[in-house]
């Protein structure tokens, strides 16, 4: 039967249990068993930004005359994000609550750029690398775009070939990743950056991944080129503050090269009876907790306390894929960051896959080829042996040889 309002308030002790009951089920994110949606820098950190943001739980960032507080945390968020990305005196940004919400507004400005400087040409065009995450054509969808995605290089980056066979007089903007979700390899920033700018168009970085982890894997060795604003011809970069600024769900960055692009970002109206209405975000009501944390989590951990985080996850992802590729499974691609997916030929992608669900372990999959996925973080550093053994007991069924029978991995995300 379908849930209805109870007539009468049922005591919190009560709903606590039946809340408790209902996760019971959950896949075990605090095990190591999840490979995504969770960013896990340790106890210390999470109890910071769960106290950060119970301080301004009721505040709301729609209101920053009222809550000053919450003006002052987005402005030094902001100011902090910019800094470890190269933004220039020039540069400004602004929080959202997500990467969606960052590379939605983002692409609303390269659209109502492309708009005035070419009115009345075709329907703006966004060219993108097919690795690009779904959100840009979530935007297009919504916005009234094109999108249009280009076939990937043998490395699972951008073909820039085939990026500027796509470019036409309607491209509103070009994308590139810092990294990219499916193989966790960084397109070719400083290229795609010059194409834009030869072309005249807006440059995106999604950077919702990279954003607040690249620069400090940079700083231990990472071998990836510049992505941030250090590129002449990178318009806008999307940083997620709930990934790797490991602070609490709801909380994304919008970084602009200039004024003049981010003030697009904007919306102001003042048409109906309650005055003056400004929002840089596509939504209103904005939880002030989430804006409070950012600052919290960002102060205590500093530029240490993200190095030494970063390392962990290096060295995580480094000792995964070399048991991995013990076991014959190797690494697509040269990731150097956080995200890893790997694949043979040799084997069934999916029977592995139902192996490593049967033992625990939920799975995500790449399909093209077909692969497993990682987004990696502290939960599953202590659990690298433990998956590697499970891996070499799965390898042991037959089913999970290639063969005629081999079926597609799972489309699920
Ligand atoms: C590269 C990239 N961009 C954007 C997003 C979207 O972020 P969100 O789920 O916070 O909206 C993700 C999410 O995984 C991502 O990996």
């Known amino acids: 039967m379908s849930a209805r309002l109870p007539d009468h308030g049922i005591a919190w002790d009560e709903l606590r249990r039946e809340m408790k009951d209902a996760g019971r089920g959950?896949?075990?994110?605090?095990?190591?068993?999840?490979?995504?949606?969770?960013?896990?820098?340790?106890?210390?950190?999470?109890?910071?930004?769960?106290?950060?943001?119970?301080?301004?739980?009721?505040e709301n960032g729609l209101g920053p005359r009222a809550f000053g507080s919450l003006d002052k945390f987005e402005k030094d968020v902001v100011a902090m994000g910019l800094d470890l990305l190269h933004g220039g005196p020039e540069a400004r940004g602004a929080m959202t609550t997500g990467g969606t919400e960052s590379i939605f507004l983002a692409v609303k400005c390269a659209r109502d750029r492309a708009l005035a400087l070419r009115p009345g040409a075709g329907r703006p065009r966004i060219v993108m690398p097919r690795s690009a995450h779904p959100a840009f054509d979530k935007a297009a969808h919504f916005l009234g775009l094109e999108p249009v995605r280009t076939p990937l290089g043998e490395d699972f980056r951008a073909d820039l070939d085939a990026m500027r066979a796509a470019l036409t007089s309607d491209t509103a903007m070009l994308v590139g990743s810092a990294p990219a979700f499916p193989h966790g390899v960084v397109d070719p920033i400083p290229q795609l950056a010059a194409m834009a700018r030869e072309h005249g168009t807006w440059m995106h970085v999604d950077a919702c991944v990279g954003g607040y982890f690249a620069p400090f894997a940079r700083e231990l060795g990472a071998d990836i080129p510049d992505f941030d604003f250090a590129v002449p011809g990178v318009t806008s970069i999307s940083a997620d503050l709930h990934k790797y600024g490991y602070t609490a769900k709801g909380a994304s960055t919008l970084f602009f090269a200039?004024?003049?692009?981010?003030?697009?970002?904007?919306?102001?109206?003042?048409?109906?009876?309650?005055?003056?209405?400004?929002?840089?975000?596509?939504?209103?009501?904005?939880?002030?907790?989430?804006?409070?944390?950012?600052w919290a989590v960002m102060n205590y951990l500093g530029k240490d306390g993200y190095l030494r985080i970063a390392r962990r996850v290096l060295d995580t992802r480094l000792a995964m894929q070399a048991g991995l590729d013990a076991l014959g499974?190797?690494?697509?691609?040269?990731?150097?960051?956080?995200?890893?997916?790997?694949?043979?030929?040799?084997?069934?992608?999916?029977?592995?896959?139902?192996?490593?669900?049967?033992?625990?372990?939920?799975?995500?999959?790449?399909?093209?080829?077909?692969?497993?996925h990682h987004m990696l973080n502290l939960t599953h550093e202590p659990v690298v042996g433990q998956y590697l053994s499970d891996m070499a007991a799965v390898l042991q069924d037959p089913a999970t040889q290639a063969g005629p029978s081999a079926s597609p991995v799972p489309a699920q995300y």
């Open 329 to 372: 499974l190797p690494t697509l691609g040269r990731p150097e960051l956080s995200i890893f997916a790997f694949g043979s030929p040799q084997r069934d992608m999916g029977a592995i896959g139902r192996g490593l669900g049967a033992r625990g372990w939920t799975v995500g999959y790449v399909n093209d080829p077909p692969g497993i």
């Open 26 to 58: 959950d896949a075990d994110w605090r095990g190591g068993r999840v490979p995504m949606f969770i960013h896990y820098a340790g106890e210390d950190v999470l109890d910071v930004a769960k106290q950060a943001y119970l301080m301004y739980f009721s």
């Open 258 to 294: 200039d004024p003049a692009s981010f003030a697009l970002m904007g919306y102001a109206f003042d048409q109906w009876p309650r005055g003056q209405y400004f929002t840089y975000t596509l939504v209103g009501t904005r939880a002030g907790g989430a804006i409070a944390a950012a």
